[in-house]
C-alpha cells in the first residue's frame, strides 16, 4: 500500500476487494442506465444483493458523466455511489471519467461522507487507458480537495499489479508525495 497525507485528507492507493471496504461510500465504474452486470459493477451486485440494483432501477437512467447515489444492500458500506463513465456496452473517455468522479465525489460530500473507496472508474471493461485514467482520476480528486471537503480517508481499491502501479505512479505526480 502507498498512503500520503494531502490538506488533512488520507489518499491510500492499494489492491483489495472494494467490495470488502468498512467506508462510508463506495464508488461503483457504472453505466449509464446503472445496471450492475459485470467487472466492479457485477461484484458489488453479487455481495450486495439484489437491493442496490433495485434502488439503481428507480434512480436511472442517469447522463454519462453523472453520478448516483444508493444503499449499500448487503456490502459493509454504508452507500454506494455510481459513477457512470460510460453508456452500456460503451467505452469511457476522458471527459466522461473526469465528469463521474468529479460528480460522486460532490455527491459524498452532500451525503456527509468521510471516507470512501474508488476502483479505476471507466478502465476495465469501459476500456480506458489505465496511466491516462489514473492520472485523470488523481487529477480530480486534487481539484475537488483543493476546494475544501470533510473527507477524511479516500481510498483507491484496485485490481492486480498493474493497476496499483499506473495509480502510485499518478499519485506521485498529481500530490508530490504529499
Given amino acids: 500500500m502507498t498512503a500520503i497525507t494531502y ?4 489518499i491510500e492507493v492499494l489492491e483489495a476487494d472494494i467490495t470488502e471496504q468498512a467506508v462510508d461510500a463506495i464508488v461503483n465504474a457504472a453505466n449509464s442506465d446503472l445496471v450492475l452486470g459485470s467487472g466492479v459493477a457485477g461484484a458489488i451486485a ?3 444483493g439484489p437491493a442496490i440494483q433495485e434502488a439503481c432501477d428507480r434512480h436511472g437512467p442517469i447522463q454519462v458523466g453523472e453520478a448516483a447515489i444508493t444503499g449499500a444492500g448487503n456490502l459493509p458500506a454504508q452507500c454506494v455511489i455510481h459513477a457512470a463513465s460510460m453508456r452500456l456496452g460503451g467505452k469511457a473517455s476522458a471527459e466522461s471519467i473526469r465528469g463521474s468522479v468529479a460528480h460522486s465525489l460532490r455527491l459524498a460530500e452532500a451525503h456527509g461522507v468521510r471516507t470512501i ?4 472508474v471507466g478502465m476495465g471493461i469501459a476500456g480506458f487507458p489505465l496511466q491516462e485514467g489514473a492520472r485523470i482520476m488523481m487529477q480530480t480528486l486534487k481539484a475537488h480537495l483543493d476546494g475544501g471537503t470533510q473527507l477524511q480517508l479516500v481510498r483507491f481499491c484496485l ?10 505512479t499518478a499519485l506521485q505526480e498529481v500530490f508530490g508525495g504529499g
Fill in 159 to 168: 485490481f492486480g499489479a498493474e493497476a496499483v502501479g499506473a495509480f502510485e
Fill in 46 to 48: 453479487r455481495k450486495g
Fill in 7 to 10: 490538506n488533512g485528507v488520507r
Fill in 117 to 120: 473507496a474508488l476502483p479505476a
